[in-house]
């Protein structure tokens, strides 16, 4: 064999090598702060703040400590506009983020590498295109989520949602259902789904229900989800999932497929934890 071919496979070989080393190294890593739980003073602090987290059946709370963990060590939480974070904060919004995982572990939010947390809502600057005009301008907003950047929060209310687990929002939650769905590069609500859940089915009962929505609020009929969801697909799954965490009973009565189908995705039913 000629010499140069011997050096292309041994390169090869060692590059193959190292990446199998890190990628267990990786999750030797990624177990470890998955089995860490909290003290219980950080305990008592998020009970405090998060009374769902109080309520949470034993095997499910050690769960969300050790996603805690690991949220906490791969993604970076900064102030900004001012704001200083502290730790009990990281806590907060990382417990608030990583609930939705707590069905799935095996799901991570993939491409997020920080979290920016602003006092309260901020302005972001907001461009629109009509024909060739390109006009900007500012906009209150409470949260953001970039496909492969970060997510932006308000901290004022990233907390008031957590403290309020019944009213049907919470900011926290809707930003990272919205880093779930652009997981398939799109967001379009239609998340990446488990194996065993139909695309087709799911297609459609979320299509019926968003349509139902539209109705409903262009009757002028009141409405279950907060009318927000009815902007597009992408904000209706974003809005269905803080029912489902906040609402669920009133959720499965109102709107059962839909519940059910949010339920086959998470893994769970929230229904339990009242
Ligand atoms: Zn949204």
Do not use: C
Request: glycine share 6%; proline share 5%.
């Amino acid at each position: 064999m000629p010499s140069g071919a011997v050096i292309l496979i041994a390169l090869f070989a060692l590059a193959a090598a190292a990446w199998f080393l890190r990628e267990e190294m990786k999750r030797r890593t990624r177990a470890r702060l998955r089995a860490m739980r909290l003290s219980p003073e950080d305990r008592a602090a998020l009970s405090r703040a998060m009374p769902v987290y109080a309520r949470l059946p034993e095997d499910m709370r050690d769960r969300l400590d050790g996603l805690i963990h690991q949220f906490l060590a791969e993604i970076k939480i900064y102030g900004a506009g001012g704001l200083v974070v502290t730790d009990a904060m990281k806590r907060l919004v990382a417990a608030e983020a990583s609930l939705l995982l707590l069905g799935r572990p095996e799901r991570w939010y993939h491409s997020l590498k920080t979290v920016h947390l602003y006092p309260e809502g901020y302005e972001s600057r907001i461009a629109e295109r009509e024909g060739y005009v390109v006009t900007e301008r500012n906009q209150g907003r409470l949260g953001e989520s970039w496909r492969y950047g970060p997510v932006i929060l308000s901290w004022r209310d990233a907390a008031a949602g957590a403290a309020d687990p019944n009213d049907g929002r919470n900011v926290v939650y809707h930003e990272f259902a919205h880093q779930l769905d652009h997981e398939t590069g799109v967001a379009d609500g239609a998340p990446l789904l488990p194996r065993a859940q139909s695309a087709v089915k799911w297609a459609h009962v979320m299509r019926a229900a968003y349509d139902h929505l539209r109705a409903d609020l262009a009757a002028g009929r009141g409405t279950v989800l907060n009318p927000y969801g009815a902007t597009s697909p992408a904000e209706f799954f974003a809005v269905a999932t803080e029912h489902f965490f906040e609402q669920p009973e009133r959720m499965r009565a109102a709107l059962p497929a839909l519940f059910e189908e949010l339920r086959a995705y998470f893994n769970l039913d929230p229904s339990g934890w009242r």
